[in-house]
């Protein structure tokens, strides 16, 4: 099945746009950036992406029973491979007949770790005491089941690792699982031992964080004098440990000292502690927001825009606006979902002067959300600036500005501009001294115009679109063309033009084996001629139906489809 890479003439920058583009949340509807309307025109389901069926099962779980300890083998590491595989459904038949085997202590060794490796991909909680007891004696079983009892969130190596928190000589790697595991199933009984391991001049930096994490997940109050000493001492990144020692705490304390790290923690000190600061002490944190949307850090930019969003003052709204031109796609992403969400509940009137003011702005960042922005309000007085917008310097902005054009206008006006901007590409494209300087983004763009001219019907573009039909070396894009067809089809839905449908059939039927027609523009082919719904069309149709799952074959089957609905009732000539 062809992929939608492919099926865009592999147009690599384009495809990595889309692949990028987030969604918008539309105020009416869910529209995603730079998406063509011939993948949605007429709506057939998901056809784009490559459909990948989960591999069959095809090994036998009673094989751990066998004598032959080849199968085995086999059998415990195909458990490991297959047991996230939906159509694996013998999940509890496995860890019972693997328990089995490994309490007989009678498997060779390599048998018996895959056997372990495939318990823990299988089993849970509930069969935790059981493999924790059989692993002890190989040390290399033993760390593998003890970090599944970290996710399964067992109590059974509780013992073990508070143990190992005092033994001079533990490894470092089986410390941190043991600090891991506390922070799941440890209780204030641990608090001094942890404290103890956080000072202890011998702890390494990256355990003496996990001790930190793990004794501010348990122990909720009574940490703030502890903390202050760590906050005085010398030891390395003593803010961050400081603030996961504080993460769940609160009360006037509390705020004194996650300021002390605001005002001089490094980032990812900052980090926790404004996470904490925004969780416990909103109002303080809030206090905060705007000197965090001028950190450099994007993780604490995008939390304060989390935290300010809470709000519904006005200057909330002005301090996230401010980021909508933010050099982190994703932050400046976040703050145009944000102006969707306040406009549609009740701060339109703000939203839209923000996006007026980017508009105009000469930051190319701001501009390309406010585009985002104005699409998702359906805000069609933009369209104008959208139009000046085209010719724009930066790739990221003029693209945003066709798709945007393409949702949005419909005023006469604007469409007669548009028909002469795309006229003047046309032009150009026919032109082998302008055509090199024209890059397949822009011919993107222009297919953009195609598909508003289809969508209104606007028939002036008629002449123009006609061009784009024949196949004509590397003149006209592919994408370029097969919007262009597809706007023919809705200029001439219901009517029998019969010029029109002799180029399409051409198309249709062009396999030529060195230099056949592209999928794509066949594919918005068969779209046209289902749109004009003549009888005449089915013959054709019908012969080159490449079927399903291609999308040749979906194109196909709706022309089909609205033929046998246009003559449904009709006398038969």
Not at 54 to 68: A, C, K, M, P, W
Not at 265 to 286: F, H, K, T, W
Not at 379 to 396: A, G, I, N, V
Not at 537 to 551: A, C, D, F, M, V
Request: net charge negative.
């Amino acid at each position: 099945m062809f992929s939608k890479a492919s099926f865009l003439f592999c147009n690599l920058l384009f495809f990595c746009i889309l692949l990028l583009a987030p969604q918008s949340i539309s105020l009416g509807q869910q529209t995603q950036f730079l998406q063509h309307l011939w993948e949605v025109d007429p709506p057939l389901g998901n056809i784009w992406e490559i459909k990948q069926t989960n591999r069959t099962i095809r090994f036998d779980v009673e094989s751990l029973r066998s004598t032959y300890a080849a199968d085995r083998l086999e059998a415990a590491q195909q458990i490991c491979l297959e047991h996230s595989n939906p159509n694996f459904r013998q999940q509890e038949r496995a860890i019972e007949l693997l328990i089995e085997r490994l309490k007989s202590g009678e498997e060779y060794l390599q048998i018996r770790r895959a056997m372990f490796a495939a318990a823990v991909s299988v089993g849970d909680e509930s069969q935790a005491e059981m493999l924790w007891s059989l692993a002890k004696s190989d040390s290399v079983i033993l760390s593998l089941v003890e970090k599944n009892l970290v996710q399964w969130k067992s109590a059974a190596a509780l013992k073990v690792w508070r143990q190992r928190l005092s033994e001079p000589n533990a490894k470092p790697t089986e410390l941190a699982t043991a600090l891991e595991g506390l922070a799941v199933v440890g209780n204030s009984d641990d608090r001094f031992a942890l404290q103890e391991f956080i000072g202890a001049s011998r702890t390494s930096v990256a355990n003496r964080y996990l001790a930190a994490c793990a004794l501010g997940a348990i122990v909720t109050e009574g940490l703030n004098e502890f903390a202050q000493q760590v906050i005085d001492s010398d030891l390395e990144q003593r803010q961050l440990i400081a603030s996961q020692l504080l993460r769940l705490h609160s009360g006037a304390i509390t705020e004194s000292q996650l300021r002390q790290i605001l005002a001089g923690g490094s980032a990812s000190a900052q980090l926790v502690a404004y996470r904490c600061m925004s969780e416990r002490i909103p109002d303080v944190a809030r206090e905060f927001a705007k000197q965090m949307t001028t950190n450099s850090d994007p993780g604490l930019r995008t939390m304060a825009l989390e935290h300010l969003q809470k709000f519904s003052d006005d200057e909330s709204l002005e301090i996230q606006a401010a980021l909508l031109s933010d050099r982190h796609p994703a932050v400046r992403s976040l703050v145009a979902k944000h102006l969707l969400e306040k406009a549609k509940q009740g701060q339109r009137a703000i939203v839209d002067e923000i996006v007026v003011s980017h508009l105009n702005s000469e930051v190319w960042t701001g501009i390309e959300q406010a585009i985002v922005v104005a699409v998702g309000l359906q805000d069609r007085s933009h369209c104008q600036s959208l139009l000046r917008l085209m010719d724009y310097p930066r790739t990221e902005v003029n693209l945003h500005a066709g798709w945007a054009l393409m949702e949005l206008a419909n005023e006469p006006e604007i469409l007669a501009g548009m028909l002469a901007y795309a006229e003047k590409m046309t032009i150009e494209l026919k032109n082998v001294e302008s055509r090199t300087s024209i890059t397949e983004t822009d011919q993107i763009r222009l297919s953009y115009l195609h598909e508003s001219f289809g969508k209104n019907r606007y028939q002036p573009a008629t002449e123009m679109l006609t061009q784009y039909i024949p196949k004509t070396g590397h003149q006209f894009g592919i994408v370029c063309r097969a919007s262009a067809i597809w706007a023919l089809g809705k200029l001439n839905t219901g009517n029998y033009n019969k010029a029109l449908l002799a180029s399409l059939y051409k198309r249709i039927m062009d396999l030529n084996p060195i230099n056949p027609e592209d999928a794509l523009v066949r594919f918005a082919c068969n779209l046209a001629v289902g749109e004009m719904a003549n009888p005449e069309s089915r013959e054709t149709i019908e012969k080159y139906n490449e079927g399903l799952p291609n999308p040749l074959g979906y194109a196909a089957n709706w022309a089909l489809s609205q033929i046998a609905q246009a003559t449904k009732g009709k006398p038969v000539e």
